[in-house]
């Protein structure tokens, strides 16, 4: 996994954003937004086991991807994508699936 410049960056505007909309510390900022960034990469690569909470407070477990070879075919939905949003392609479901990166709580295997 090789962190470019732009990737520092987009790490550090989540981070900053983690800070101005739900509260956190720099400290938790950076944590969460590292680890959102490992798991972006890690699901990029394959399938993907990890935790985060839900609305309703309840943690869940998820296994997810987004390696090309392992999507549906999809078609676009017209919609602008959500940046507090992590979406990923559930592969327990077989269906799209997000969760709210702020939520993110830990990666079982990245």
């Known amino acids: 996994m ?3 410049r732009n990737n520092l960056k987009d790490i550090m505007l989540l981070a ?3 800070v101005r ?3 956190f510390t720099m400290a938790e900022a950076m944590k969460t937004a ?3 960034y490992k798991l972006k990469n890690a699901m990029h690569g ?3 086991k990890f935790y985060f909470l839900k609305v309703d407070s309840t943690l869940r477990e ?3 991807t987004l ?3 392992l999507l549906p075919a999809t078609q676009g939905t017209g919609r602008r994508a959500n940046d507090t949003v992590q979406t990923y392609f559930d592969t327990e479901k077989g269906e799209w699936r997000c969760f709210k990166k702020a939520n993110l709580v830990r ?3 990245a």
Request: hydrophobic content about 35%; overall charge positive.
């Open 34 to 36: 590292w680890r959102n």
């Open 2 to 4: 090789k962190t470019t």
């Open 67 to 69: 390696k090309e070879n």
């Open 46 to 48: 394959g399938i993907v």
């Open 16 to 18: 900053w954003s983690f």
């Open 21 to 23: 909309r739900n509260g």
């Open 62 to 64: 998820a296994y997810g």
């Open 107 to 109: 990666i079982a295997n």
